[in-house]
């Protein structure tokens, strides 16, 4: 029996794949992530809801399983787990993350962890609609909600240290992201009014992605009015800047508002005074004109003289 054994490992161990295995037993799933999450980052920023998706991966009941052994089913039984405490939008970021980390583990440390089995495991998990992606917003704030929001952020910039009049129309009207608002610099092209977005949101390359954009007339006279106090044009956290805007939502009584939902309604602006998909972009910089697409016929019977507060 043991003569017999040794033939059938011996012939085992002839395949590459199989030898691979043997040398990197013991790696799992917990392991793979930790080492993408601190090794990947040097090279690629991460988010921070990236970064806090694969801290509960880390934490979950993936974490302690074998990494080259693990199976589709493992995975499987994983998300109906989350699914009894999230949505299937969040759920599918499980995925996603397992996916990226166990690819860069193959191709950059040679691990030979079970791609195939995470492969697998997506298609099921689509097939079954365990997963979804992230539901598209088409939330935009009324005119009344714009003016309770400008009269309660009038009152209280007079004693706080964040301009949120100004910066919520400036996103209203540049379509910038919150955390792009606040780190712009004073780098703009006066003849061209346009200005820098260093790092630019994107999903694969966001560290020196650089790109200048158009200013709108308001939102370049917003910026001309700030003081130069420092390098930025509103130097401000942009986790502040979020919180302030929700508390006067909430203060307002104001429902399912967030402050991303200013960069939808400056991009439909930008279309309803008529510009056109290509001119839109270099306002906005979306790289996706399919994206652009669904903001084309948005309330498209506003005039130019009642997007201007």
């Known amino acids: 029996m043991a003569e017999d054994w040794a033939v059938r490992r011996e012939a085992i161990l002839q395949d590459p794949r199989e030898l691979e295995k043997v040398q990197h037993q013991g790696i799992t799933v917990g392991q793979v992530l930790q080492w993408y999450k601190d090794d990947m980052s040097h090279l690629r920023s991460m988010g921070r809801s990236k970064n806090a998706d694969i801290n509960k991966l880390i934490k979950s009941d993936l974490s302690d399983l074998d990494a080259i052994e693990l199976t589709n089913g493992q995975i499987l039984n994983h998300l109906m787990e989350r699914l009894k405490t999230v949505k299937p939008q969040t759920a599918n970021n ?130 001309q009015r700030q003081l130069q106090t420092s390098e930025f044009i509103l130097p401000c956290n942009a986790r502040s800047v979020s919180a302030a805007f929700t508390r006067a939502c909430k203060m307002l009584e104001i429902e399912d508002l967030c402050f991303h939902d200013l960069r939808h309604e400056a991009t439909s602006r930008l279309f309803e005074v008529g510009y056109s998909i290509q001119e839109v972009q270099l306002f906005t910089l979306h790289e996706d004109w399919t994206v652009l697409q669904r903001y084309t016929h948005l309330r498209p019977g506003r005039s130019a003289e009642a997007l201007v507060f």
Request: cysteine-free.
């Open 94 to 223: 499980d995925l996603a993350w397992l996916r990226v980390a166990f690819k860069s583990a193959r191709v950059t440390k040679g691990w030979p962890v079970a791609v195939g089995a995470v492969e697998d495991a997506v298609i099921a998990a689509q097939s079954e609609r365990l997963v979804a992606r992230s539901a598209i917003r088409d939330r935009r704030p009324s005119t009344e909600e714009l003016e309770a929001l400008d009269l309660y952020f009038g009152r209280r910039d007079g004693r706080a240290a964040i301009p949120m009049r100004d910066i919520m129309w400036f996103a209203v009207h540049s379509a910038r992201r919150q955390s792009e608002i606040t780190r712009l610099e004073w780098t703009n092209n006066k003849k061209e009014k346009t200005g820098m977005v260093r790092d630019l949101k994107h999903p694969r390359e966001k560290l020196g992605n650089h790109h200048r954009f158009a200013y709108t007339e308001v939102a370049w006279e917003i910026v």
